[in-house]
Structures are given as structure tokens and as C-alpha cells.
């Protein structure tokens, strides 16, 4: 088990906190069936570390249907971008928790439909009022049952009623974009209701979560306030001997290093199946390792035990660089910042160079027990995302892609050449129920090439989308190596219909540097024209981050006055002739 | 042991060590909520590996209070 620090660490910490102007903002709602203070202020230090500055209200006791329905309500007013809803079996079941078997079969159904409709009803109401993420915990299933050893033979018993109901909520809320079931029975078994549930807090003051477990509770929940906010780490990078394998390929050699289904080496064998198994959900894998390359390619393409295999890794750096060099070398070619990367390492040291060095990426130090590794990893709420797309599902593979297209340049003689070479075909959409997901997620992810850095939640999107006073679109690239999916956004306020507003206008990372963002500007020039409109006004707002679009109205034939960047469409703006632009669904 | 007491109690409601004595409690401590009453309970519990009974908790008026209990379980004060 990962230690937690105690509740009380969590609320003093509070108390010292200091509000960052720069930091990114997002306002939670905690409304719940029991007493849950303490939640909200760790949830609040825990955000902190992150650099979220995060504001909460806390519905009161057992008010939580009051919070949801009423207009006049404290949550209302409050605004939440995300609410918790934490319900418990108990007081959802009432008189029927201790004794269900009071009810017959068909009474027992009837009792949980009538249950699940007022659940359904209550959020029917949130999803009308608020328009907020909404984070529904599940009912735990208890150890207890009435019927003790004879409740597994009872048809549609206490248990599957429980079970029954969670399915139900599952199901409903699968399709939906603003609400999430939180597996909270997963949780409890996680911990154990045993430490989680204590008789004396419940009879005290119906607190329903032993204090020392509501820091791991507001780590779960975490992740969703992470996803909503796209704080996600995109890439880990791994050391290879002690962290990937047990012992030093160097001085062990080939025969000796521990990795296989037998203790030790199955701490390792362990550890790289979860570690491919993210990989397959689109984190990227990269290695950074002081080694010789030949000895440690041996085990990655030879062993049979090693899970993961060389095409596996976006990025190899085995070398006697040292680890900061390397790792900024992974974050280039690979295009992705530091703070977008983990940094798994045995060496302490090595980790506290990267700590001080880089304070951006995240280190994990593996100094222990290897039996550990696969519940730290498993533990990390830094990969999460409101929705898994087919671009995250085929990443590993665009970023191979990605790395022979740079083989290819690096053999081109002029950059021309080399995008000619590329074969590049942009394919131009209006968004859609189908793009709207992706196009949120890259509002929510991209920080380089983006103009104005607004970030869009799903919602939005669509309700963009069904705007006529707007254009959502996105593009789509291909080339000879491949398809890297929906990579561009665009979003035009055309309210005013002599001067267009360029709202938003981004680029992924990894298709920048091929000119695709002029297509982009020039298909909306176009549109603009088509419509009579003047000038296009578009903006750069600089961040941190996006140094990268600085140029890019200028370079498009933009004028600066004030603040302000205006085109006038009465001009027309050249495509590079290697890029062939196909327009759809017009 | 008053000491460690004091700072306990300073720490969970989060008031100056100088601001507690004897008659200090949820009547007279702005910040010694019920949820803090709770919190201080569970810490006591943890530092003087103690367990309190329903009826022990439920008693609880003041700090002078819990002095008394925490002896009832052979906790020594100066």
C-alpha cells in the first residue's frame, strides 16, 4: 500500500496556502449523503502541488438533493466546473439495508427500479441546471447480509440488489458526457470497509469514511479534476537496469540480469505488463539509460521475458550522457514539454538531479523493493482523460511514424524538399457529434501552437458546434508514413459579418513545422471571402508555453494594430504547392 | 504530557498553544467545530494509543475534560 499523509496534515496545509495568480482555476462542488468534511480542503492542498489553484463548496449535510434542484442553492450560485456527488447504501436503502428480505423478489426489484429513477431523476435535473461535470459515486456492497452464508443462494438477494443498482447507473450514464460514475465499491474493497467504515464515527457523526482514508479517497477523485483540467502526462521515461530488469546488464550480463515469471525477476515481468498496457492506451514509452547500447538492445530485442519490445518505445536514449541531456533530448525529438513527462529511475541521485534540473517533469524514484513498482504505477492519477480516443489508442504508432518522417528529413536536402517528399494530404472537417470529443480534448491538451489557449470541456464544443454564429472545425493529416488523426482546431466567432473573430486556432505538437497551420488560415480566409466578410480578427495571447504560434499571423499576412491582429480578406495568402487540402462535409 | 496535549488540540483547531486551558471547548473556541471535535478525538486516540467509548466522547465539554478521561486511562498529568 502507497502511504497517504494523515487528514490533519491535509487540513493544516490548507490553512497556508497561497493563492498563485498564474495558476490554472477550477471550482469543485462536494454534496454528499454524509458527513465528508475534509475532503474539500485536501482535495485543495492536493491540487496546490500541481500548481491548480482549486475553490470549493461543500453542500451541508445530507442536502444534496436541495443543492441540485433548487436554483437558490449555495451550489448554484457557486458555479462548480465539477461536482461530487457521494451517496451512500445506508441511507439510500433505509430500513431495507438491515433487513431486505422483509421485501419479496418482486418487491426487492421494484424497490431498486424505484431507487435508480430517483437517482435518474436527480441528475436529469443537475444535467437541466448546472452545466458542470457531475461525479455520481456507486453503493458499496457490504460484507453483511442477513441471510449471512445463505445469501449467495438467494435469487436477486441483498448483494445483487446493491450490484443491480450499480450496473444500472453504469449503463445510464455510459453515453454521457457530463456525468461519471466514481467506482467507490471499488475503492472500499481497495482499502477494506473494515479500515474505511468505523462503527464509533457513524454513530458519532455519521462519517461514513474513517479520517485517515479520506486522503486516499481525494486522490481518486483527483483524477477526474486532472482529466477535466488536461493536466496529463503524456510519456514515461524509463530507466532500463533495476527499474525495467533486476541487476546491471553491464556487470551481470545477459544470463543473470532477474526478469521472468519467477521471483525476483517477476516484480519486473509484472511491472512491464502494466507498463504495456498503458502504452496500448496511448502513453508514450521512452528509454533513458546510462548503458551500452548494444548490451542493453541485446536484452530488449533478445530476452524472453521482456515484455515490452523495441517498437514499444517512442524514443531510445541508451548512452553515457547524463540523464537531464538526454531527457531533454526525449522531450525535443519526441515534441512533447517536460511537464508532459514522468521519470521512472532507481538511482536516487539521478532522480534528484532531475528533480532540481527539471522541476517540471515528474520523478518517480524506484530505490525499493521492485515488488512495489507495479502498484505505484498502478496508483499514478497523471494519465487520466475525460474520454479515450482513437488518437490515443494509435499514438505509439504516429510517433513512430513521427520519427521516420525526421529520419527523412535529416536525408532531404532542402526543408522544401522534405515536405514535399512527405506527400502531406489535409483533410478539412466542420465538427460533429463524432469530432466533437477530440476537438475538446485538444483545446483542453494542446499548449504550443495555440493562438488564444481556451480551453473547451466537451459541452462546449457542442454547443459550438450548434452555433450558427460559429465555425467549429478541425483538420485531419495524413502522409506517406501514416495517419495522424484530428490534429488542427479551429474556431470562428462570425457574429459580426463584416469582421470575423478567429477564436481559436491550434496545432498538435506533432504536425508542426509542415505548414499545415497556413492551409488551416487559408481555408477560413477562404470561407471569409465566400461570405463577404472584411477582415478577420484574430489574436495572440502569449502564455509560457506558446512561444511556437508567436510569428504565425505575421508570417499568414496579419496586421497588428493594438492588441489586435487583422486580415483583410480582399488579399489572398499562398499555399505551399506540396500540400494538398481536401475539403469535407460541406 | 499537558504539553503534548496543548499542541495536539493547538494543531487540530488551529489556534495559538497560549490560547488553550482547562475551560477551552466547543462553548467557547470559535474554531473547535463538531467536525473538529471529531478530528481531535481521532488524534488523541492515535497519540496516546488510547481508545475512547461512545460515552467518553459524548462528555467531552472542555479541555479539562479530556484531561480527565485521558487520566481515567492511566495518563499521567503534571
Sequence with gaps: ?586 | MNKKLINLISKVMNIPPEEINDESGPLNVEKWTSFNSYVLLYELEKEFNQKFTMEEAMDVKNVADIKRHLQNHGIQFD
Design chain 1, 1 to 586: 500500500m502507497i502511504n497517504e499523509q494523515s487528514l490533519q496534515y491535509y487540513l493544516n496545509q490548507a490553512q497556508k496556502l497561497e493563492k498563485k495568480s498564474n495558476s490554472k482555476q477550477i471550482k469543485i462542488g462536494i454534496i454528499s449523503s454524509y458527513t465528508i468534511n475534509g475532503l474539500a480542503e485536501t482535495l485543495q492542498v492536493k491540487c496546490a502541488v500541481n500548481d491548480v489553484n482549486c475553490r470549493y463548496y461543500v453542500g451541508a449535510y445530507n442536502q444534496y438533493s436541495q443543492e441540485i434542484i433548487s436554483k437558490d442553492s449555495g451550489l448554484y450560485k457557486f458555479n462548480p466546473d465539477v461536482v461530487f456527488l457521494l451517496l451512500d447504501t445506508r441511507s439510500l436503502f433505509g430500513n431495507v439495508f438491515y433487513d431486505s428480505y422483509s421485501l419479496n423478489l418482486e418487491e426487492r426489484k421494484l424497490f431498486v427500479k424505484e431507487k435508480f429513477e430517483e437517482i435518474e431523476n436527480l441528475i436529469n435535473h443537475f444535467s437541466k441546471n448546472f452545466n458542470s461535470k457531475l461525479i455520481v459515486s456507486n453503493f458499496t456492497i457490504p460484507s453483511y447480509s442477513s441471510f449471512g452464508i445463505n445469501e449467495t443462494k438467494q435469487d436477486y438477494g441483498f448483494h445483487e440488489m446493491i450490484l443491480s443498482l450499480n450496473s444500472k447507473l453504469n449503463l445510464l450514464f455510459r453515453e454521457k458526457n457530463n456525468v461519471y460514475i466514481f467506482d467507490f465499491n471499488s475503492f472500499s474493497s481497495k482499502h477494506g470497509q473494515k479500515n474505511i467504515f468505523n462503527y464509533k464515527n457513524f454513530l458519532f457523526g455519521d462519517i461514513q469514511i474513517d479520517f485517515d482514508y479520506i486522503p486516499y479517497l481525494a486522490h481518486e477523485l483527483q483524477s477526474y479534476i486532472n482529466a477535466f483540467l488536461g493536466i496529463t502526462k503524456k510519456c514515461i521515461v524509463l530507466d532500463l537496469d533495476n527499474t525495467l530488469w533486476g541487476g546491471i546488464i553491464g556487470e551481470d550480463g545477459f544470463e543473470k540480469i532477474q526478469l521472468g515469471p519467477q521471483p525476483p525477476g517477476n516484480a519486473y515481468y509484472e511491472f512491464q505488463k502494466f507498463l504495456k498496457a498503458l502504452k496500448q492506451r496511448g502513453i508514450i514509452l521512452a528509454i533513458n539509460s546510462k548503458n551500452n547500447l548494444e548490451d542493453a538492445l541485446k536484452v530488449i530485442r533478445e530476452h524472453p521475458y521482456m515484455i515490452l519490445q523495441e517498437e514499444d518505445f517512442s524514443c531510445l536514449k541508451i548512452n553515457w550522457q547524463d540523464k537531464v541531456k538526454n531527457l531533454k533530448e526525449i522531450s525535443k525529438e519526441l515534441n512533447i514539454g517536460l511537464d508532459g513527462i514522468v521519470f521512472f529511475d532507481d538511482d536516487k541521485i539521478n532522480c534528484e538531479y532531475v528533480n532540481v534540473t527539471l522541476p517540471q517533469v515528474k520523478v518517480v524514484n524506484l530505490s525499493g523493493d521492485p515488488s512495489f513498482f507495479p502498484e505505484i504505477l498502478q496508483n499514478m492519477n497523471d494519465f487520466e482523460s475525460l474520454k479515450i480516443t482513437n488518437e490515443d489508442l494509435k499514438r505509439t504508432q504516429m510517433y513512430s511514424e513521427q520519427i521516420k518522417r525526421d529520419e527523412l528529413k535529416d536525408s532531404s536536402i532542402s526543408l522544401n524538399d522534405f515536405l514535399k517528399n512527405l506527400a502531406i494530404k489535409i483533410i478539412i472537417k466542420k465538427s460533429d457529434n463524432f469530432l466533437t470529443p477530440r476537438i475538446s480534448q485538444l483545446t483542453l491538451k494542446t499548449n504550443q501552437f495555440n493562438l488564444t489557449t481556451k480551453r473547451y470541456q466537451e459541452e462546449d464544443i457542442h454547443r459550438l458546434t450548434n452555433d450558427p454564429n460559429f465555425i467549429v472545425g478541425c483538420a485531419q493529416v495524413k502522409d506517406k508514413f501514416g495517419d495522424s488523426g484530428i490534429t488542427g482546431v479551429f474556431i470562428v466567432n462570425k457574429q459580426n459579418s463584416d469582421e470575423w473573430h478567429l477564436d481559436s486556432f491550434l496545432l498538435s505538437c506533432r504536425i508542426m513545422g509542415r505548414e499545415i497551420e497556413k492551409s488551416l488560415i487559408a481555408y477560413v480566409i477562404d470561407e471569409a471571402k465566400k461570405n463577404n466578410v472584411k477582415k478577420i480578427i484574430a489574436e495572440y495571447i502569449p502564455t509560457q508555453k506558446n512561444k511556437p504560434s508567436e510569428n504565425f499571423l505575421s508570417e499568414c499576412g496579419f496586421l497588428k494594430y493594438d492588441d489586435k491582429w487583422i486580415y483583410d480578406v480582399s488579399n489572398s495568402l499562398k499555399l505551399p504547392e506540396f500540400l494538398s487540402v481536401k475539403v469535407e462535409n460541406e
